[in-house]
């Protein structure tokens, strides 16, 4: 089985959990050396409300949990055995 690395999420939906009643979903851009996210096209989701946000930093000591979609981890997974096949 390929192991996945952070680069390989780039441009994928994530789902990033920052406290019980808050979560940002947004497309992953980068990370920096310390594990901040930086996410593009975000909407913050709470128990009474959602925003859009736009281009965001989320500081890793906030971060509770990263999710992705089965179906989009599936392919990312796919798309790199691919690419790994090509490569002699």
């Known amino acids: ?11 994928s939906e994530v789902y990033v959990t920052v406290t019980r009643a808050r979560m940002l979903v ?8 310390e594990l901040n996210l930086l996410l593009d096209n975000v909407e913050e989701i709470s128990a009474s409300s959602t ?9 890793h000591t906030t971060i509770e949990s990263i ?7 599936a392919n990312l997974r796919n798309s790199k055995s691919i690419y790994s096949q090509e490569i002699v």
């Open 67 to 73: 999710q992705i979609k089965a179906a989009q981890l």
């Open 1 to 11: 089985m390929l192991n996945l690395k952070m680069a390989d999420y780039i441009g």
């Open 26 to 33: 947004g497309t992953f851009v980068a990370t920096d050396s």
């Open 51 to 59: 925003r859009k946000l736009g281009l965001i930093s989320v500081p």
